[in-house]
């Protein structure tokens, strides 16, 4: 999936109705956002944001991916913005949100589990009212079911070993400050 990377004026991208809700929701100046904002501020942009043309308009692109990068740059007065320019389907450019956002290191397994669901769930409304083909909603379901396999829950450490430091028996996963108390 290459595309070009270029920068485009920001009042060129509008947002893509696949994701409106999921952009208004994902902003509410936190912490993170304060610290992307000092960031893009100093350092720049470093991921462009991910846009795939509009077929209504030629001059103008959807955001896919990178809302927060886009609302940072416009808090900061910026015109332009470095874009990664994808031509993507709608249900490609679902794929890629979803797939971007599941990358998120930062996100828990409840929320990734809830971005699956709902992928799953906006894959399925598309399929019903006819909007994607029939091989490609075999595709997505194979991809939706890789995602799942890939983001399962964290294993629970069970189990004990002998410890050689100390002499006693731990429980898997316990902590080294927990030696300490044992040594003395």
């Not at 290459?2 to 060129?12: A, L, Y």
């Not at 994808?86 to 949100?97: H, I, K, Q, R």
């Not at 669901?117 to 909603?137: A, C, H, Q, S, W």
């Not at 629970?156 to 080294?176: E, L």
């Amino acid at each position: 999936m290459s595309g070009e990377i270029k920068e485009i004026p920001i009042k060129d991208i509008e947002l893509d109705e696949l994701f409106q809700d999921r952009y208004l929701n994902r902003w509410n100046y936190n912490k993170k956002d304060t610290e992307l904002l000092e960031s893009i501020h100093t350092v720049g942009l470093i991921l462009p944001i991910i846009v795939r043309i509009n077929n209504n308009d030629e001059n103008k692109y959807l955001l896919v991916k990178g809302y927060r990068r886009l609302k940072v740059k416009q808090i900061l007065k910026h015109k332009i913005i470095m874009c990664k320019i994808l031509e993507l389907s709608d249900s490609d450019a679902m794929g890629v949100y979803f797939s971007a956002t599941l990358g998120c290191k930062e996100l828990t397994y409840e929320q990734k589990k809830r971005s699956i669901e709902t992928f799953r769930g906006i894959m399925n409304d598309m399929d019903e009212r006819g909007l994607i083909e029939k091989n490609r909603v075999k595709e997505l379901e194979k991809y939706i079911n890789n995602l799942e396999i890939r983001n399962k829950p964290p294993k629970k450490i069970t189990g004990s070993y002998y410890c050689p430091i100390c002499k006693h028996r731990h429980m898997r996963g316990q902590k080294y400050e927990d030696h300490k108390r044992y040594a003395e």
